[in-house]
């Protein structure tokens, strides 16, 4: 197993290059540069002042000379600055990562201790009244926009219903409340953001796990089970759920990545300060170093998440192994 995870975490490498390069060629080939942000803005600017701005950026280099002075900076471990206020990336990446996190982890539990319950139950209770509204709810989910669902969402519990803040972190009077406060106002930010964050997760591996665990029910082994007179629950949840978990556990692992890339759109709607939104205002502005940092990391994490898929999924199942 471990010189398996060294060969994937080596083969990771060529993969990362190949992803920053894609993502390299289509944000020089799109229209515009990053020069135009502040030389539109000021219609006094001259021909020369803008080349000079060009060059100071080192936009003046050929496309693969601009990639190889980022590699060489990768290499060190320094994103650059960024076009926009001249600071570090690192540290704006940093700053802001901290929010992202927060927001993801409590989606990912939202998902887990909502969706496997739901397709549990909705497989064992297969053509209840529980399954029927289950599925309705689920497709009613696929095909709601979550941007559009998020703006619903904060016009009927922030603005007409006052429940939850519809944007930011935390309050204005934050640093004034008391621990308790504290936790209670950074929870009331978390809620909007949270749910639609694992909108979507919630409808997509309730389905997986109904789906899984309809297969399993009907195997062999279950009925072996039942016929040795174990009980109904011993059945479900310690000889049926445990292999149903197997196919899940891939969707498990791509979850992060989603939340991520999905964190673009989130993020930018609830004004939440994490490093989706500072992608987005990358991405807008051409802020190009910000732009391949925040890529280089969702690539990472995207791989990461399938190393970590595949090695739960041996650990879930004793039958897969990795030989030498």
Avoid at 112 to 124: H, K, L
Avoid at 227 to 239: D, N, W, Y
Wanted: hydrophobic content about 50%; some cysteine.
């Amino acid at each position: 197993m471990i010189n398996y995870v060294f060969r994937r975490l080596l083969l990771m490498i060529p993969v990362i290059f190949g992803i920053t390069i894609m993502t390299f060629l289509v944000m020089h080939l799109s229209p515009g540069k990053p020069t135009d942000v502040l030389t539109d803005m000021n219609q006094k600017i001259s021909v020369e002042a803008k080349q000079r701005l060009v060059a100071i950026y080192g936009l003046d280099k050929p496309i693969y000379v601009q990639y190889w002075l980022w590699v060489k900076r990768l290499v060190k471990l320094d994103f650059g600055k960024s076009f926009k206020d001249d600071r570090p990336v690192i540290k704006k990446i940093v700053e802001r990562f901290p929010a992202t996190l927060l927001l993801n982890f409590f989606s990912i539990i939202l998902i887990f201790i909502v969706a496997i319950p739901i397709g549990v139950f909705s497989a064992v209770k297969k053509g209840s009244f529980f399954d029927k509204i289950t599925t309705v709810s689920v497709f009613i989910g696929f095909s709601i926009p979550t941007f559009w669902l998020a703006i619903l969402l904060m016009i009927l519990f922030g603005l007409q219903l006052g429940w939850f803040p519809v944007s930011g972190f935390r309050s204005i009077n934050f640093d004034e409340l008391t621990v308790f406060g504290k936790i209670s106002d950074l929870a009331k930010h978390l809620v909007l953001p949270v749910f639609i964050s694992a909108f979507t997760g919630l409808a997509g591996l309730s389905r997986y796990t109904r789906s899984a665990m309809l297969e399993v029910l009907h195997q062999d082994y279950i009925r072996t089970a039942r016929a040795k007179g174990l009980s109904e629950t011993s059945v479900i949840f310690k000889h049926a759920l445990r292999n149903a978990l197997i196919p899940i556990v891939t969707i498990i692992g791509l979850t992060l990545p989603d939340l991520i890339g999905g964190s673009f759109i989130f993020e930018t709607i609830f004004a939440w300060p994490g490093m989706g939104r500072l992608g987005y205002e990358a991405i807008m502005s051409r802020d190009y170093p910000v732009i391949m940092c925040v890529g280089t990391i969702v690539a990472v994490l995207t791989l990461l998440g399938n190393l970590i898929a595949d090695i739960t999924y041996a650990y879930v199942d004793p039958r897969i192994r990795y030989r030498k």
